[in-house]
């Protein structure tokens, strides 16, 4: 009960919105749907992937091309991965989780979120088309070190026992 206290009260002030104006509230509700179905479209493929992910590719593979020592190879194939990402995201997280559990260094996961809400390819090229070759590059440039910054700054500043907190947390995910 306690798991669900959140869902429950926001079922509660739903409802209570349908009561006080019906209109309002069937709107509501409908966005709720929407969201709940787009999140069905996205989610089941997302952690196939992570299953696929978590098989195939070895732990020891991902602390070397990823992990402490990996260098700007590892904030490179963050960026690639990030980039190469479809869907919202919300479907960046379980990714990252699995990440940590692989030994991914925490910088190199911040770069990949940041990468993956930033500098999609498809993004990228609706840009170049519709905003011109040059916006598209520059805003490219501007993000990819900006990304790249923040991870660095982020990972200065939150302390080591809360990133190894982290990593347990995904850990027992």
């Given at each position: 009960?306690?798991?669900?206290?959140?869902?429950?009260?926001?079922?509660?002030?739903?409802?209570?919105?349908?009561?006080?104006?019906?209109?309002?509230?069937?709107?509501?509700?409908?966005?709720?749907?929407?969201?709940?179905?787009?999140?069905?479209?996205?989610?089941?493929?997302?952690?196939?992937?992570?299953?696929?992910?978590?098989?195939?590719?070895?732990?020891?593979?991902?602390?070397?091309?990823?992990?402490?020592?990996?260098?700007?190879?590892?904030?490179?194939l963050?960026?690639?991965?990030?980039?190469?990402?479809?869907?919202?995201?919300?479907?960046?997280?379980?990714?990252?989780?699995?990440?940590?559990?692989?030994?991914?260094?925490?910088?190199?996961?911040?770069?990949?979120?940041?990468?993956?809400?930033?500098?999609?390819?498809?993004?990228?090229?609706?840009?170049?088309?519709?905003?011109?070759?040059?916006?598209?590059?520059?805003?490219?440039?501007?993000?990819?070190?900006?990304?790249?910054?923040?991870?660095?700054i982020?990972?200065?500043?939150?302390?080591?026992?809360?990133?190894?907190?982290?990593?347990?947390?995904?850990?027992?995910?």
């Amino acid at each position: 009960m306690k798991k669900y206290r959140f869902f429950m009260l926001t079922a509660l002030v739903l409802a209570g919105v349908i009561l006080l104006n019906r209109q309002l509230g069937i709107k509501a509700l409908g966005i709720v749907g929407f969201s709940f179905k787009e999140m069905l479209m996205v989610i089941p493929p997302i952690f196939i992937l992570l299953g696929l992910l978590d098989i195939w590719v070895p732990k020891e593979t991902m602390v070397r091309y990823m992990g402490e020592d990996s260098g700007w190879l590892g904030v490179i194939l963050a960026i690639l991965l990030g980039s190469a990402a479809a869907g919202p995201l919300y479907g960046a997280f379980p990714i990252a989780a699995v990440f940590m559990k692989k030994g991914v260094r925490f910088t190199n996961v911040l770069i990949f979120i940041g990468a993956w809400s930033t500098t999609k390819i498809p993004m990228f090229l609706f840009e170049m088309a519709s905003l011109g070759t040059s916006f598209a590059l520059i805003r490219l440039a501007i993000d990819i070190p900006g990304i790249i910054f923040i991870a660095y700054i982020l990972n200065f500043f939150v302390s080591k026992a809360e990133i190894e907190d982290i990593y347990k947390k995904a850990e027992s995910l």
